[in-house]
């Protein structure tokens, strides 16, 4: 009998998760149609490690989400284990992991490997850069996933988006940034880009695991963190360890979680079990940012209204200052490394394409609505 391979991109724009599970889960039984072929085949269980605590809200309930759906969408032929961030491999070594078969699928931030791929960073978040909402378009539709997974390809590792936090906060701090004076000797835990801003603005950038956090916070062993938002803020219990709670998230303003996936667990997958992988990522994805704009909302009067947390904005002189060191660093990078200049001009084509949409959308709607 022929095989009739399975049109994923098809599938997932107009199936939708329901149909999706319904649809994958006879194929897997055998029951015809466009996965003539595909049923039958053995059961698979893989590993996935991430860089999150067990049960952790949003980022470490994501992932154990992300596995269950795998498991459902696959009619129970693709089952994942989970390993939270110690329970097999250190938070920080889930890309060495997947990437040599320790585990076939990993849940972390792709920024976290900067010192590997420095141009992942831009597939987790950029600094006074796109939005959840914007970036989904790029990932999805603007070519951007495409990029990502030609930017993983020499680890042997095959990515996808599987989450969003949405846009962070800019952190908690033991004293009050009233200028860049303040920065200049500044040890805080953040990654990424924004950690090497933080450094040419003359702080200490310091990269651990959520574990270490608070510690480290209320030990002076660091002067303040970013984590994600009130959400996990709250659940870390940062308020009990720093006294000012500082916005924008100048650093992360739409975060991306990712799912790196094996390449040879990938290949060896029928078309149909990777259809339900690729699908169970993008439902993540927009269950993650839903349940991120819920939570934070609920959390954050909850910090301020049971915790006395002190929201401060940073001064305009600072978010200026770290705006110009970005541009500073996206060209130098640029020059340095061909990976990373080539992602860099695709995803600042898709911001000189999105930001006038985004400018008399949203951004317009929310500043009338503030006014009015």
Known sequence: MSRKPLNRRSFVSTVGLAGAATALAAC????????????????????????????FPGLGTGAARLADYIGRLSGGQLTVKLFAGNELVPPLEVFDAVSRGTAEIGHS????????????????STPFGLTAQEINGWIYHG?????????????????FAAGNSGTQMGGWFNKEIRS????????????????????????????????????ALQTGTIDATEWVGPWNDLALGLFNAAKYYYHPGWQEPGSILEAMVNKAAWDALPDHLQAAVEVAC??????????????????????????????????????????????????????ADPDFARVYAA???????????SQISEQYILNLRDRT
């Not at 070519?143 to 990515?159: D, F, K, N, T």
């Open 28 to 55: 897997s039984k055998g029951g015809g149609g466009e996965c003539d072929g595909e049923g039958g085949g053995e059961r698979i269980e893989w590993k996935m490690v991430t860089a999150w605590p067990r049960d």
């Open 109 to 124: 931030a792709s920024y976290y490997w900067k010192g590997k791929v420095p141009a992942a960073q831009f597939f987790s």
């Open 143 to 159: 070519g951007g996933l495409a990029l990502w997974q030609e930017v993983y390809a020499p680890h042997g590792l095959v990515p």
């Open 180 to 215: 860049m004076a303040d920065i200049q000797g500044l040890k805080m835990r953040i990654p990424g880009m924004g950690g090497e801003i933080l450094r040419r603005a003359g702080g200490t950038p310091v990269t651990m695991a959520a574990s270490e956090i608070y510690t």
């Open 282 to 335: 993008q439902a993540v994805t927009t269950d993650m940012c839903a349940e991120f704009t819920w939570h934070n909302a609920v959390a954050l009067r909850q910090l301020q209204d049971e915790h006395d947390v002190e929201l401060r904005a940073f001064p305009d002189e600072v978010m200026a200052e770290f705006h110009r060191i970005t541009v500073d660093y996206l060209e130098e990078q640029s020059a």
């Open 347 to 357: 995803y600042s084509d898709y911001y000189s394409l999105i930001r006038p949409f």
